[in-house]
């Protein structure tokens, strides 16, 4: 699979690998999930063979990822305004919501600007940052930032490893397995210290 995606995307002209690198940035967010780093780290390797240069394709992939986060944010913003707050969403409660907010009101650009280094939860951030309303002008320049160190990073792996792309996968795919394993950890503590605390309550 590897060597007929690099293969496939390496025999476009330069316009196409450019599309090809923002249509993936772009729906990793919109429709996860999505090989978008791995078809980055093609893009890096394919700046090694001179096929592209590395500002166009660190920009492509930034406004990308930028871009589809922010298409989720609108739609949790529109969400949060039509259909959350009116009790319709079940297993969303407006109190449960309210928690959230919380939460993003505190440590949201933080935690957006942390998104793209938290595989597996990239989407829900953005949908919570809408739910919570945070300012848009904000969100989308921490959404930027997050999505630009990130991707130089995925980038800069594909030229490291431009010969070896399954190694660099690999070192992805560790990275984000590790990642989810202590995000799962953390909220199952959360979740437990919840129910226990909810439990003390009832009991009073």
Known sequence: MIEHLLESISSLSPFWIYIV???FSFFENVFPPSPADFVTLIGGSLIVSKSIDYLPTLLVTT???????????FIGSQLDKKVVR?????FISVDALFKVENLFLKY????????RFLPGMRSVISLFAGLSELNVKKTALF????????????IYLGVLFG???????????????????????VLAIYLLRYFILRKKKNKK
């Open 108 to 115: 949201g650009y933080f935690i957006i600007l942390s998104n």
């Open 63 to 73: 406004f990308g990822s930028a871009a589809g986060f922010m298409v989720i944010f």
């Open 143 to 154: 959404a930027a930032i997050s999505a630009l160190i990130w991707n130089a990073g995925i």
């Open 86 to 90: 009116t009790g319709k969403i079940k």
């Open 163 to 185: 010969q070896n792309l399954k190694y660099a996968d690999n070192l992805i795919s560790t990275y984000s397995d590790i990642v989810l394993i202590v995000l799962v950890i």
């Open 21 to 23: 690198l923002f249509f």
